[in-house]
């Protein structure tokens, strides 16, 4: 049963940098079966997925055309877990963000969800 | 605006079947699998379809899906009141190399 428990703080200021972190339990961020993935929900734009990190014989990317110039998400092997980071946050970046994993594009377990508000 | 196309809301009446579709092009539906997704309010999504009709273990057989071409649908009988949430399917679009989802349907069992 893979777990991902998400940190990271609930209130950006625009201009700013949005992080968070999701650390796996039950699987290895490393597995050549698996993508590690973000998402986020808001009302007006619903589920829309930004990026995933996997390991295919080497560490591979792939990022939203709608948030690929701002965007970083990096897998850290030593304490199972991913980051995600989105630069020059709006408060159109206002939305509840999950991690995620999948077999390819198909979400199994997810993150339990944090609220990030961008507010001065 | 979604890349996948969904009804914003339906509606049916406990016990009651009610479908769900969802409309792409060839470059995502047309030529990968469609998933669903449950989300129930203040929960993350749950996988309810992959693979477009599969069932994951403990989803119960009263949810269905199926695909023809560029769409898919999400079929759900015997509705409960614990059935209303909103459903959301998703599929990887080729060309943009990107997961795509549809905008969502909320389902209002009256």
């Known amino acids: 049963q893979v777990q991902l428990q998400q940190s990271g703080p609930g209130l950006v200021k625009p201009s700013q940098t949005l992080s968070l972190t999701c650390a796996i339990s039950?699987?290895?961020?490393?597995?050549?079966?698996?993508?590690w993935n973000w998402i986020r929900r808001s009302p007006s734009r619903g589920l829309e997925w930004l990026g995933r990190t996997y390991y295919r014989s080497k560490w591979r990317n792939d990022y939203a055309v709608s948030v690929k110039s701002r965007i970083t998400i990096n897998p850290d092997t030593s304490k199972n877990q991913f980051s995600l980071q989105l630069n020059s946050v709006t408060p159109e970046d206002t939305a509840v963000y999950y991690c995620?994993?999948?077999?390819?594009?198909?979400?199994?377990?997810w993150g339990q969800g944090t609220l990030v508000t961008v507010s001065s | 605006q979604s890349v996948l196309t969904q009804p914003p809301s339906v509606s049916a009446a406990p016990g009651q079947k009610v479908t769900i579709s969802c409309s792409g092009s060839r470059s995502n539906i047309g030529n990968n699998y469609v998933s669903w997704y449950q989300q129930l309010p203040g929960t993350a999504p749950k996988l309810l379809i992959y693979?477009?009709?599969k069932r994951p273990s403990g989803i119960p057989d009263r949810f269905s899906g199926s695909k023809s071409g560029t769409s898919a649908t999400l079929g759900i009988t015997g509705l409960q009141t614990g059935d209303e949430a909103d459903y959301y399917c998703?599929?990887?679009?080729?060309?943009?190399?990107?997961?795509?989802f549809g905008g969502g349907t909320k389902l209002t069992v009256l």
């Open positions: 039950g699987d290895s961020i490393s597995s050549n079966s698996a993508t």
């Open positions: 995620a994993r999948a077999g390819d594009y198909d979400f199994w377990s």
């Open positions: 693979e477009n009709n």
């Open positions: 998703g599929t990887w679009d080729s060309r943009l190399t990107a997961v795509v």
